[in-house]
């Protein structure tokens, strides 16, 4: 028999026990009324009371070391995750034969989605209206770090630094050949920046208790590093870079470029 599939990438989100309960709900109550015709019949074939019977829930927690399964959000010992958390994923399978499978993840590092497989025609048809749906709730608890994922937005930070030292070497009328041979350390300095953005604010955020994590302590450290270096090194060039009206220095230019 055919297997049919769809895949949606959610929105970055913040995660905790409200999002949990909210796609809960969508999954245990949202789905089956939405597939009510077909799901009775299906019922009705395998000569069983209700739906409860082939449907299936569960929410699995990685820790690192070790992994917990719930079958409900309520069973979290608290609203908040460890903080060695790594994924949580949630799965939901409904039918048998297969009707329907759905897996949500939400990686530390990685961007969440929703992946569904079905081996029926009418319900490849509902899909795409189940995964808005999914979407749309996790939107609820969106933030803002898609921003520092998009390729364009990166690429727009990662120049402008060197825009600004370039026009202020215009206004200042320093030599443009010598400012311009100095932008390759600084473009590269900054490509570093831009890079540590993305781990700095990933797209899933757990919330935990401690809002401060010290796992991020190298990252921020990188991050401070590369800023310092960046700065020093624009305070070094328009310092050191002579004016355009001065006698040009190749040995300038090659030591900085």
């Known amino acids: 028999m055919e ?22 709900k969508r999954l245990l109550f949202g789905i089956p009324k939405l597939m009510q015709k077909g799901l009775n019949k ?9 739906y409860k019977k082939i449907e299936n829930y569960q929410i699995i927690v990685d820790n ?26 949630v799965f939901y399978k409904l039918g048998a034969p297969q009707l329907l499978t759905i897996e949500i993840n939400f990686p530390q590092n990685g961007r969440p989605c929703i992946t569904m497989t079905t081996q029926s025609p009418q319900v490849e ?3 795409p209206r189940i995964a808005d749906g999914i979407s749309a709730g996790v939107n609820v608890y969106g933030n803002r770090h898609k921003t520092l994922h998009n390729s364009f937005i990166q690429g727009a930070l990662l120049l402008t630094v060197p825009a600004m030292v ?29 890079r540590s953005l993305p781990y700095l604010f990933p ?4 919330e935990k208790q401690r809002r401060f994590q010290f796992r991020r302590l190298p990252l921020l450290a990188k991050f401070s590093l590369l800023s310092v270096a960046a700065a020093c090194y624009v305070g ?20 900085i470029g």
Request: glycine share 8%; with cysteine.
């Open 166 to 194: 370039m026009s202020y070497g215009l206004y200042s009328g320093i030599d443009l050949f010598l400012l311009y041979s100095s932008m390759g350390w600084l473009c590269l300095i900054s490509l570093g920046i831009i």
């Open 64 to 89: 690192g070391k070790e992994t917990s399964t719930l079958v409900s959000a309520k069973q979290m010992a608290c609203t908040y995750f460890e903080s060695r958390t790594r994924q949580v994923s």
């Open 42 to 50: 299906v019922v009705q074939g395998l000569g069983l009371e209700d």
């Open 125 to 127: 048809k509902l899909l």
């Open 3 to 24: 297997t049919y599939s769809y895949e949606k990438v959610l929105p970055s989100c913040t995660l905790n026990r409200g999002l949990l309960t909210d796609i809960e």
């Open 236 to 255: 070094l060039v328009l310092l050191n870079m002579p004016r355009a009206d001065e006698p040009a220095t190749l040995l300038l230019a090659g030591i």
């Open 203 to 206: 797209w899933v955020t757990f």
